[in-house]
């Protein structure tokens, strides 16, 4: 992997953890339901020495968990933990992003819809308390208890900072 | 870049753009006001080389649109275009699962509120039509048009996907 980031900014933290073309890939496959190291590696078209770390990666910071699951000799399962779980809004949202704007009108490649009624899910958008959407102009960024000085001085400079 | 991902799927042509630790950064200082060359250089820390190809890549591929605002000479600026506005669920979930997950609890260093009455952005949920809040067992990936045979027999074989 390369140098992580060091700012002090949740974008970056995630980026930390995702920013690789492939280890978004191996989410999407835990997902889907993949759980051995060849669905993997067959699902995603990974080269076995950057899967395995990626694998390792992602068990160390508590996204995957590895559970022995061989009844004779050693062979490992990987399954999303709850942290993983939580990933859904952001897949949703790049999925949703993606089909909307990365292929031409009726070219989606995947869908997702809702297992009860089978009805396309609809764009997520951030909300306000009251169920509102909100759109970029709408949302301030404001420092965090976990801000440091560059943290505070980044988002007293931004246009979208708290006065 | 690293070669492209190939297989017809939204994630996949989500990170053939955005799959490095450096091009959501560049995005993120987009959104949060920055236009100029050497401020994306100054905020992000990456390197001029980097940093050209990224904006350059972000530019081709429609995210951002670049203007001469020189009076005398050339001078650029880099704002987000209709289709990179249109990332803000993406950037939102991105921080609200970091926030979460990747701080302890009260070191979040960003937070996001609503610029009208300054609460706080509820976390972001995928949702059916009804706008019951979804996870990730109620979800199932159903073909698009665009699908082919690969994306449908991987839709087929997976435990979210239609059956």
Redesign the interface.
Known sequence: M?KP?T???????????F????T??II?EA???ATRFTEFQR?T?AARNLLSDRLAMLVSNGVLERQNVGEQGTRYAYRLTD?G????????????????????K??????????????P?????????D?NI???????????????SK?LA??RD?????P
């Open positions: 390369a980031h700012q002090t900014c949740p974008i970056a933290a995630f980026l930390n953890v920013g690789d073309a492939w978004l890939m999407r997902f889907y339901g699902n078209g942290k779980q939580s990933l859904v809004p952001v897949l949703v949202a790049m999925m949703q992003w993606s089909n909307a704007h990365l292929y031409d009726d070219h989606a490649p995947v869908e997702l819809i809702d297992r009860q009624y089978l009805r899910l609809p764009t997520m958008q951030p909300t306000n308390g169920g909100l759109g970029w102009a709408d949302i301030l960024a404001k420092p965090g208890p976990g801000a440091n943290a980044r988002i931004s246009r979208h900072g708290t």
